[in-house]
């Protein structure tokens, strides 16, 4: 049997960091085993998939030196004889229709006609009485013959599975000590074809893996719920069904699926950051897997002869930036000097003609752009808390300035639409100024109260921000500055700056 592997992305947004976990996983066990690596792109939900996603999915993988034997032909990669392998071009070349139509003839699928308004009922009433929020089962028994003639008048239907009403799904995912065991009746009869005669996930992914001649599908456990109904596809497809095994998710410090709010999940995030791909993997591979003698530092094409299925762990891997800092600092220090310094270029070019109208106007020589956009690039900026008092401020004022500046810039961040460019925060921070100061806006005038109105002139609280978000006293205009610098890093920084004034 010659070992045949995919990942089916859905590509939807930027390419996200656990299709590379998951794909590293994939192409090692595809490599170690002499198989194949297929990528599959999963775009029935026409709602949410672009085009200019899946791209950068192949973009991404290419970048990572995860170039697919199989898959939509890209810059070298893909091809192969069991395509095509954008679920979107299957659908338009009927290849699901089919296998709805077996099960449907067997007994095994029926027409559901509910509509969303049924359901919806449905729902409210289930979750009134405190019951699972399932379907039904009410289009369950209808004969086919009837159905089809309903249809054919044009009444709208969705195709869906008949799961078992009683007995056990039980399952041995070789990762796990424990069997997979899910009553039936919890299972929900699941649609199969929508009612726009596209396929959902579980039919598509199952047929195509058939198809595709998969024998092992590796993926992320959040897909554990699904596999009764998979298993039950192809049983009742008449397929034989690839093995199934089921890695742990990566995870936020605090255990829960990782996700954009807590770490970058943009493998777009990590190109532009200056990560290199080299290091990125090997931090992904020491994730889910060791190497036997407990070395950190390995190439992909070590992890490919190393690697081991039944050694990955699953308990969940932290994702962890401060580690992976640590290799793609190990990592750049070995590159050639030839690649360093493409790297170096390659950085300072990446923000270059932003800044340069910023800073020329200080600039006698070329190379004093270096100096003068220091804390443009600098992922942190040297703080001395004198600088931080301008005139007439006290360690306890010039703090409280910060304070409230940098949860006022939280608050801006967090909400709609908030966009981060010079206009937009000069006029956000101005308008903060005068929501602080506006009569009536601070109780009576006590002492106290006068003096906090003082405290916000515009004058010393840019003087702040600009030393607290460059370390410098003089820089080029602020907003355009903080613009420049970026949401995340203006915020740390702020933070930074009240520390030094502890
Ligand atoms: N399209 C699914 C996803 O986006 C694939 C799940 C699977 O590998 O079966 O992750």
Request: hydrophobic share 40%; with cysteine.
């Amino acid at each position: 049997m010659t070992v045949r592997v995919r990942i089916a992305p859905s590509p939807t947004g930027d390419p996200h960091v656990g299709t590379a976990y998951i794909g590293l996983i994939n192409y090692a066990f595809a490599k170690k085993n002499g198989g194949k690596f297929v990528l599959r792109i999963e775009d029935t939900d026409q709602t949410r998939c672009t085009p200019e996603s899946a791209k950068a999915i192949y973009d991404s993988l290419k970048w990572l030196g995860l170039c697919y034997d199989e898959g939509p032909m890209h810059d070298g990669m893909g091809g192969g004889d069991r395509g095509p392998y954008i679920q979107s071009e299957r659908v338009k070349a009927g290849i699901y229709q089919k296998f709805a139509d077996k099960l449907l003839e067997q007994g095994d699928a029926y027409y559901c006609f509910c509509t969303a308004r049924d359901l919806d009922a449905m729902r409210k009433r289930q979750q009134a009485n405190n019951e699972p929020i399932m379907y039904n089962r009410r289009c369950r028994g209808g004969s086919l013959a009837e159905a089809r003639e309903r249809a054919a008048k044009g009444e709208a239907f969705v195709i869906r599975m008949k799961t078992p009403l009683e007995g056990e799904f039980v399952y041995k995912d070789r990762l796990r000590k424990q069997p997979t065991v899910k009553g039936w009746k919890e299972i929900d009869d699941q649609v199969l074809l929508k009612s726009d005669g596209w396929p959902t996930y579980h039919l598509a992914a199952v047929v195509d893996d058939h198809l595709m001649g998969i024998t092992h599908v590796i993926r992320a456990e959040e897909w554990l719920n699904s596999l009764p109904k998979h298993i039950w596809l192809n049983e009742h497809l008449g397929f034989t069904a690839p093995e199934y095994v089921h890695v742990g998710l990566l995870r936020n410090a605090d255990k829960s699926k990782i996700s954009k709010r807590k770490n970058p999940t943009s493998l777009l995030w990590y190109q532009k950051q200056g990560y290199l791909p080299e290091a990125l993997l090997n931090f992904l591979a020491l994730l889910g897997h060791s190497h036997p003698d407990g070395q950190e530092k390995f190439t992909l094409a070590e992890m490919c002869s190393f690697f081991d299925l039944d050694r990955i762990n699953v308990a969940g891997p932290v994702f962890d930036m401060a580690k992976l800092r640590h290799l793609q600092g190990q990592y750049f220090r070995d590159l050639s000097p030839e690649r360093m310094k493409a790297e170096v270029y390659r950085a300072i070019d990446s923000k270059f003609d932003a800044l340069l109208p910023l800073v020329k106007e200080r600039m006698v020589f070329g190379g004093d752009f270096v100096w003068q956009s220091e804390p443009f690039y600098a992922d942190s900026v040297t703080l001395h808390a004198e600088d931080l008092l301008p005139k007439g401020l006290d360690k306890t004022q010039a703090k409280h300035l910060l304070e409230e500046t940098q949860q006022a810039f939280k608050r801006y961040v967090a909400g709609d639409g908030a966009v981060w460019d010079a206009p937009s925060l000069e006029a956000f921070v101005r308008k903060f100024i005068e929501d602080r100061t506006a009569p009536g806006a601070l109780p009576d005038a006590t002492p106290e109260v006068q003096s906090e109105a003082a405290l916000w002139s515009p004058k010393s609280l840019f003087m702040l921000l600009r030393v607290a978000a460059t370390g410098k006293r003089e820089s080029p205009p602020l907003f355009d500055t903080l613009a420049q610098i970026g949401q995340a890093k203006v915020i740390e920084r702020l933070g930074l700056a009240q520390q030094k004034l502890r």
